[in-house]
Each structure stands twice: as C-alpha cells, then as structure tokens.
C-alpha cells in the first residue's frame, strides 16, 4: 500500500474484553514499530520488529499486551482483559532501514477506547 | 538515548522563518538528531535527521552545533500548514526506544 495502514480507526470496547489492533505497514518494509500516544503527550515506545522477531518488547506495560508480526508483514497488538487506563491513541510505524539512520513512517492510529 | 529539551510552545509569523531549538547536552557520539512534527491528530511525519554536519532538504535545515550539544531546526518560509507540534529526538544505532518529549507547539500566525 502507500502508507502504513492500522484498523480499526476507532475501537471503542468494555471493561474486561479482548481488543487486537492491526498493523499494515508499507510494503517491504522491514522494521516495525509500536506505540501509544496519549494526549498531548509524545509517542510512548511500545514494541520492536526486525522482519518477524520481535527485538524489543520492553515497552509492553504488563502481561496483557502482546504483539505478533508472524510472515513479517501485518502485526497485531493485543490487549487482553482491557482496562480504562489502556485508552489512548495506538499508533503503528514501519522504516526500510534499520538501526539510527532509519525514517519512520507512522500510521493514523487507533483510538482506543474502554468503558 | 540521550533526553532532549524543547520549548513548550513558538510563535511564528506567516512567511517569515521559523527557528525551533532543542537542546541534547549530554547526547554521545553515535548518536544522531531527529526531528518530526505531528499536524493535529496525524501521525508524527519525518522531517530531516543529522550526525555532525548541517542538513538541507525540500522541508527544512538543520543545524548542529560544532559540539553538538544543541541544534536549530529551521523551517524557512514557514506557512500556516507548518502549525503543528516537533519533536526532537537524539537516537543511537542499538537502541529502537527512541524517546519522545512533549516537543514544541509552533503556531505560525497570519
């Protein structure tokens, strides 16, 4: 595609239940990020995927998120058991490159939202 | 990943230029300078990024200090599109947890 693709644009779930956003990045992309974004506020680092290995998930808040980026392509981020402090904007971002020289490429978003 | 400080907010007048500082005092020495800038609720854009050397492109120029403990980011004839927040962010080759400040707001007036 052309650009970094996420949906849904909007999510908006119960107290409780299983939310799993998805994450199309620009073709041939290597690199994929996550993050989330509350308002006002700058991008929090999430999770890291170099192809299909997950690199770095220091960023995951606690045992309830997850993500996966199984062929290396589209990635999912889970939240299991969702709680009211997970709302906020989850965005996803892919780079051709790797390492200090690569330009991100961001996605609209998800706008997360629990009752 | 070394911190950044950027100021909270900028005004800047239509046409003129817009200089936008950001101080990385204890940045090392593999570590490059990025900037983006986020418009409204888009996702953040990329706009340029430098090691050492000043960097020119079609959106801005960027400007290190010799050492390198702060840079300018200069958009040159800003435009009322250029209303958005900017982020800089210092970022070494081993480390993907680029850190994300609250950036600078610049509202480029009529």
Known sequence: GAGVSQSPRY??????????????????????YWYRQALGQGPEFLTYFNYEAQQDKSGLPNDRFSAERPE???????????????????????????GAIEKLFFGSGTQLSVL | DAKTTQ??????AEGRAANLPCN??????????????????????????????NETNEMASLIITEDRKSSTLILPHATLRDTAVYYCIVRADSNYQLIWGAGTKLIIKP
């Open chain 2, 7 to 12: 100021p909270p907010s900028m005004d800047c």
């Open chain 2, 24 to 53: 990385h005092s204890t940045i090392s020495g593999n570590e490059y300078v990025y900037w983006y800038r986020q418009i409204h609720s888009q996702g953040p854009q990329y706009i340029i990024h430098g090691l050492k050397n």
């Open chain 1, 72 to 98: 290396g392509s589209i990635s999912t981020l889970t939240i299991q058991r969702t709680e009211q402090r997970d709302s906020a904007m989850y965005r996803c971002a892919s780079s051709d490159q790797t």
């Open chain 1, 11 to 32: 999510k908006v779930t119960k107290r409780g239940q299983d939310v799993a956003l998805r994450c199309d990045p620009i073709s041939g992309h290597v690199s994929l």
